[in-house]
């Protein structure tokens, strides 16, 4: 028929041209600054899967390019191409690779998130109130202090944030720390972050949530312990009434852990 596929020299066109996509797109920063301890592995995650995809993308265009090229017709031919019954191994092949690459795409990435998700006996846990189209924040003690617009976590310890929001789906997004939320009405999420560098960055909401939902920001302060725990005794204003019911709902239908904060 048409003979035996050159495999080995589509492999090699293959392998060196995924080299070259990976050696273009891996340098870039796609991600910006990194301000958080999970930032390098989700970085990292990201080039890993360059990879991946390069590869298939690779290997899809040697083998599209060469079947246009191999079985194009010939002027004038206007025959109907040859009947064509299977080929059982390039079927399994093909079905085999994609499925090993999912599987360590999987693999890895689960690896990465269970690392992430790995919760410090000593945390500090804040309580995220989103709604259209403003952030509010309650930190652990007696009466909880509050603030709105402005959140302040210390440096080099781990944070849990409580999500919980009041209206519509929102989602917290602070884009040096890398970790994304979405605030669910009715049930208290988790996000776990470590910052590790001091500075003043921006919390944003990446989810749809109204006509506002472009402006909804809010400024955050990761600095010195010393420096954070002034500021929060320095809080003045109470936890207003519905986000207080909200926290104690959350406690008996979600059981957040609020202890390791002082509450």
């Not at 390039?90 to 998130?113: D, M, N, Q, R």
């Not at 269970?114 to 189209?133: A, G, I």
């Not at 617009?149 to 720390?177: C, N, R, T």
């Amino acid at each position: 028929m048409y003979g035996r596929l050159p495999i080995v020299k589509m492999l090699l066109v293959t392998i060196a041209l995924t080299v070259v996509i990976s050696a273009v797109m891996v340098p870039i920063n796609w991600n910006g600054q990194g301000a958080s301890t999970a930032a390098p592995k989700i970085d990292h995650l990201l080039n890993v899967m360059i990879v991946l995809s390069s590869f298939v993308f690779s290997l899809v265009m040697v083998m599209l390019f060469y079947a246009l090229w191999k079985f194009k017709a010939k002027p004038g031919d206007e025959s109907d191409g040859e009947p064509i019954h299977g080929n059982t191994r390039l079927e399994i092949a093909w079905t085999l690779i994609p499925t090993i690459i999912v599987l360590f795409a999987g693999g890895y990435s689960w690896k990465v998130l269970d690392d992430l998700e790995h919760k410090d006996p000593h945390h500090l846990t804040v309580s995220v109130f989103s709604q259209q189209y403003a952030w509010s924040f309650a930190y652990p003690g007696k009466d909880y202090a509050y603030s709105q617009g402005e959140l302040h976590v210390p440096v080099g310890e781990q944070v849990q944030f409580k999500m919980h929001a009041m209206d519509v789906i929102h989602s917290f997004w602070v884009p040096e720390w890398r970790i994304k939320k979405d605030n669910v009405p009715g049930i208290t999420t988790t996000a776990i972050v470590t910052p590790d560098k001091v500075g003043t960055y921006q919390l944003v909401c990446t989810e749809l949530c109204g006509f506002g939902h472009a402006t909804m920001r809010a400024k955050v302060v990761v600095e010195p312990k010393s420096k954070f725990e002034k500021w929060v005794e320095g809080l003045d204003q109470e936890l207003p009434e519905p986000y207080m019911d909200v926290l104690k709902e959350g406690s008996v239908t979600n059981a957040p852990d609020l202890g390791a904060g002082g509450a």
